[in-house]
């Protein structure tokens, strides 16, 4: 997080909609918070299963952001095991001599 977007978060009362912040939330699907409160538990479940975030506005300015939990792995190792397939035996020898062998 940047100090802008730190600022933006937490704005203590200040405006700081003058400052220009690196990531557009244009894209981000806003709601109003007494909508929200209404129909929090749906608007959870739809944000567990679609992966997108949700902007919550209190008096057309952001307040808060729902967003998908996500749990960090406890090692990268392993992170991609069978999503990813090989189609050669990597370990196999190559019949193309090498440069250096030359």
């Known amino acids: 997080m940047c100090l802008i977007d730190?600022?933006?978060e937490n704005d203590h009362g200040f405006d700081y909609s003058h400052l220009e912040t690196q990531?557009?939330?244009t894209d981000m699907q806003t709601i109003n918070a007494s909508v929200f409160k209404a129909k929090c538990l749906?608007?959870?479940d739809e944000v567990n299963e679609s992966g997108e975030e949700i902007v919550i506005l209190k008096n057309g300015k952001p307040i808060s952001k729902l967003v998908p939990y996500r749990s960090r792995p406890r090692s990268l190792f392993g992170?991609?095991?069978g999503k990813i397939r090989s189609?050669?035996?990597l370990i196999e020898p190559v019949d193309v001599p090498w440069e250096v062998e030359q």
Do not use: G, T, V
């Open 6 to 8: 730190f600022m933006l």
């Open 23 to 25: 990531k557009k939330e």
């Open 42 to 44: 749906k608007l959870m």
């Open 79 to 81: 992170l991609h095991e």
């Open 87 to 89: 189609r050669d035996d």
